[in-house]
């Protein structure tokens, strides 16, 4: 077995979320947990860990803010948060009376239906209580919050400006001990008891795993080649009678667009297409996609208001799932979270937050300090919580996909009753419940295909 030397700076770590941490036993002895990014889903795990493990290091390649995000500075939020139900429960659990915090922020409460004004498959949707609330905030303030919520446990430390060459793994390559990383020009090994990767859409795992002999990772994909174009707009007084707005084109008609509120009274505004129908980052090409939408709303909307910033344009390719679940072998000593398993178009993205509680189920089975198994059960569990927001999303986008004669005939009839379904919802209150149910995660995505919901489809559904 290789071993390796671990050893903190002589001058003590310093948390750049503004908190010193004095050189003491609770950083330099006792397990070890490593967390590969300090993306949302990567803070989530920090925290479970934090009750798990005796120390928690968060590595993350980019330098972190060291101010709160300033909302009138007008640089447009690299994505806004919509945390659906379920999402929003789980961050709740880890980190209580976060919502709280956010909202006295400035993040935007609404309610699923009455506060959204959706065109969904050619027609507007009712607009009722529905009682599915949805959280709107931006991803700057949403990270802040939860890095500042993180500085006052004494167990974790954030690195930024620090990257992770590579795994470190025991001859066999079946255990994992840690990763190798590089700060401030310097190799570091950081040993571990468990490695969790949460590096996103560019995780290098798959090419790591390979290399330590464990063969190709299988994936999953639905092409899209999606192009989203955002810009943040002053909220008008008087503004109108919603808060949200959403227009969802009939596939396979490509032009889409949303209105989402965020803290300091502002809209960002996003539209987006698919294959090479796209926007620019040219505010008169955005205003003029914008006003080839379905129906005008959105250009009307944002037309006299206010721009606060520049056009940010970002490019998805489309749905990937890497399906760790499959691999005949897979290490010990690792987990995988968040886009580095499983990652969609920024038009979706909901059950993303709820492996960090799956993770906390199984750590809390382990007796303490053995993890032995961990890995095995944990990826299989993750596998289970990602299949929902997973045949969600490709059954929405199977329309907007270029024909394939290998995709299975059964695969496009799920497609063709979840458009239908989506038509008939938009006038029926029973069916959109039962929509936002599976949605937000509350019920399974086969509760749609339940016999009484299949005969209300068909009965009130429209092709």
């Not at 009722?128 to 931006?138: E, P």
Request: some cysteine.
């Amino acid at each position: 077995m290789m071993m390796y030397i671990h050893s903190y700076r002589a001058a003590g770590p310093v948390n750049k979320l503004g908190v010193a941490l004095p050189m003491s036993r609770d950083h330099l002895g006792g397990n070890h947990a490593v967390v590969i990014g300090a993306s949302v889903v990567g803070l989530l795990a920090a925290r479970v860990l934090a009750g798990h493990f005796d120390r928690v290091t968060v590595v993350e390649r980019h330098r972190l803010p060291t101010m709160p995000p300033a909302p009138e500075s007008g640089l447009t939020p690299p994505h806004v948060h919509a945390l659906l139900a379920r999402g929003a429960h789980a961050l709740e659990q880890l980190f209580p009376g976060l919502f709280a915090e956010l909202e006295e922020a400035g993040a935007v409460r609404l309610d699923q239906s009455s506060d959204v004004r959706a065109y969904v498959q050619g027609a507007w949707k009712d607009r009722y209580k529905s009682g599915f609330a949805i959280h709107c905030v931006s991803r700057p303030l949403l990270e802040w919050t939860l890095r500042q919520r993180l500085a006052r446990l004494r167990n974790v430390l954030v690195l930024d400006e620090t990257s992770v060459d590579h795994l470190l793994a025991t001859a066999d390559g079946r255990l994992i001990r840690g990763v190798q990383i590089t700060r401030d020009s310097m190799p570091e090994p950081l040993i571990a008891e468990l490695v969790v990767d949460a590096g996103g859409r560019e995780s290098r795992l798959t090419e790591w795993l390979y290399g330590l002999g464990f063969g190709t990772v299988p994936t999953s994909s639905v092409r899209l080649d999606l192009v989203m174009a955002s810009r943040v707009f002053q909220v008008p007084v008087p503004g109108p009678d919603w808060k949200a707005l959403t227009i969802a084109t009939r596939t396979p008609c490509a032009r889409s667009g949303f209105l989402l509120p965020v803290e300091g009274d502002r809209w960002v505004a996003s539209v987006w297409g698919y294959f090479g129908d796209h926007p620019s980052a040219d505010p008169d090409q955005w205003m003029a996609f914008a006003r080839t939408l379905p129906i005008p709303d959105l250009h009307e909307a944002v037309d006299d208001a206010a721009s606060l910033g520049d056009i940010r344009v970002e490019r998805f390719p489309g749905h990937l799932r890497r399906h760790y679940e499959r691999m005949e072998r897979f290490p010990e000593g690792l987990a995988v979270l968040g886009d580095a398993a499983c990652s969609f178009s920024p038009v979706y993205g909901q059950g993303l937050t709820m492996g960090a509680l799956e993770l906390d189920a199984c750590l809390k089975a382990q007796p303490k300090w053995q993890i032995a198994g961990l890995s095995q059960r944990f990826r299989h569990r993750l596998a289970a919580v990602l299949d929902v927001p997973w045949h969600l999303a490709v059954s929405a986008d199977q329309g907007r996909q270029r024909p394939d004669p290998r995709r299975p005939a059964a695969l496009s009839m799920v497609a063709k009753y979840t458009h239908r379904l989506l038509a008939a919802a938009t006038h029926d209150r029973e069916l959109n419940d039962a929509f936002l149910q599976a949605m937000n995660m509350v019920k399974p995505p086969e509760s749609l295909f339940a016999p009484g919901t299949v005969r209300r489809v068909l009965k009130v559904g429209q092709v």
